[in-house]
């Protein structure tokens, strides 16, 4: 069965940074396209980026764009998200997405807290 694991969340300063990653199983990684997707306290789930299967082509959310980067590497079915100049609404759970939409298979998430 599809599994996907995020870890990599914690405590950081406003204008700090923070690399997220998501270890997928029980499908064929390279097959799909990933996203991640956020959830703040009190508010619904909220796409953040996207990613095809190659790597090559991306997408973002205008909220984190210019500031975070999803990656992946096919060869360790894991997914990435680099997160740079962190603003407290940034905080949220993290979650990672089987494909683009918010409906897809998603792990438990990790959490992230941009606070001074």
């Known amino acids: 069965q599809v599994q996907l694991v995020e870890s990599g969340g914690g405590l950081a300063q406003p204008g700090g940074s923070l690399r997220l990653s998501c270890a997928a199983s029980?499908?064929?990684?390279?097959?799909?396209?990933m996203s991640w997707a956020r959830q703040a306290p009190g508010k619904g789930l909220e796409w953040v980026a996207g990613i095809y299967t190659g790597g090559n082509g991306v997408s973002y959310a205008d909220s984190v764009k210019g500031r975070f980067t999803i990656s992946r590497d096919n060869a360790k079915n894991t997914l990435y998200l680099q997160m740079d100049s962190l603003k407290p609404e940034d905080t949220g759970l993290y979650y990672c997405i089987k494909g683009f939409t918010l409906n897809g298979d998603r792990g438990q998430g990790t959490q992230v807290t941009v606070s001074s």
């Open positions: 029980g499908f064929i990684f390279s097959s799909y396209r």
